[in-house]
């Protein structure tokens, strides 16, 4: 098996991936949306409460819904942002994975950057699918991302089985 596949670490991966480490399997817009809908209709809850009731201990609580609010909307918009910046030298950095038979190879270039690595697919602690990306795991904060869309020599089913046998059970098909 030798299947080619591309990734850019553009603003949408990154974006991707943060999503996925904030709402792991749950789509990231759906769950956003439904916590905007509970947050706003908390806040108007406590407006009306203070409209009716005047209680100096629900303007600490309207503070800490908005707080709440404010929080999530940080986490959603800006922080993929933050994390795109500081990719520095990686940034928009081409990344080019050869699937093997037992390894992934791993080659990466940008205009201040080059380097190639090899993993075998037993150190891989998990894997992610989404419908665009598949990001791999080599530890807890450090993952490949795949563009699902740029497979070239093969078949995506042929790596999801290849990866499923190695990481087993901690390989999680996301429904988004």
Not at 24 to 39: M, V
Not at 73 to 95: G, H, Q, S, T, V
Request: glycine share 2%.
């Amino acid at each position: 098996m030798e299947i080619k596949a591309k990734c850019k670490f553009d603003f949408e991966s990154i974006r991707a991936l943060t999503h996925l480490s904030l709402f792991k399997k749950a789509n990231p817009k759906k769950r956003f949306l439904i916590w905007s809908i509970i947050s706003t209709i908390v806040v108007v809850v406590i407006i009306l409460e203070m409209i009716v009731f005047s209680d100096a201990m629900l303007i600490a609580l309207l503070c800490v819904a908005v707080v709440l609010f404010l929080l999530e909307c940080y986490l959603y918009f800006l922080l993929p942002k933050i994390k795109y910046k500081a990719l520095a030298k990686m940034k928009d950095a081409e990344n080019q994975y050869i699937f093997c038979d037992n390894v992934l190879k791993a080659f990466t270039k940008s205009q201040e950057y080059s380097g190639e690595a090899e993993i075998e697919y037993s150190l891989f602690v998990r894997a992610y699918e989404t419908t665009k990306y598949l990001f791999l795991y080599q530890t807890n904060n450090q993952a490949f991302i795949i563009d699902k869309n740029t497979i070239e020599g093969g078949i995506f089913e042929d790596i999801r089985k290849k990866l499923s046998a190695y990481v087993k059970d901690k390989y999680v098909i996301c429904k988004y």
